[in-house]
């Protein structure tokens, strides 16, 4: 099961989308995974703090030239950030 939340999660967090926004901000409040895995629960995702390294180590970071101050990440990119940061 939590593959396939991972997966639905990529695709509900990434882009325009109201969970994309939502978990991006939400992100600015996490301290530690838990945050996230909890912040996740309370929206249906049963994922794991181990569910979520996993998917960022997978995921590359952008290069830095490719990053502009002025774009905008979504909330999948924000998770991603943050857990490869802790």
Do not use: C, I, W
């Not at 997966?7 to 325009?16: C, E, V, Y």
């Not at 995702?45 to 181990?50: N, P």
């Not at 997978?58 to 802790?86: C, I």
């Amino acid at each position: 099961m939590t593959n396939a939340d991972m997966d639905r999660l990529k695709t509900d967090a990434s882009g325009n989308t109201g969970l994309s926004a939502v978990l991006a901000e939400a992100v600015e409040g996490f301290s530690s995974t838990e945050d996230a895995v909890r912040f996740l629960a309370s929206r249906g995702f049963e994922v794991t703090a181990s569910d979520l390294a996993a998917a960022a180590s997978e995921t590359e970071a952008p290069a830095e030239a490719e990053e502009s101050e002025d774009a905008e990440e979504d909330g999948y990119g924000a998770l991603m950030r943050f857990v490869r940061q802790s």
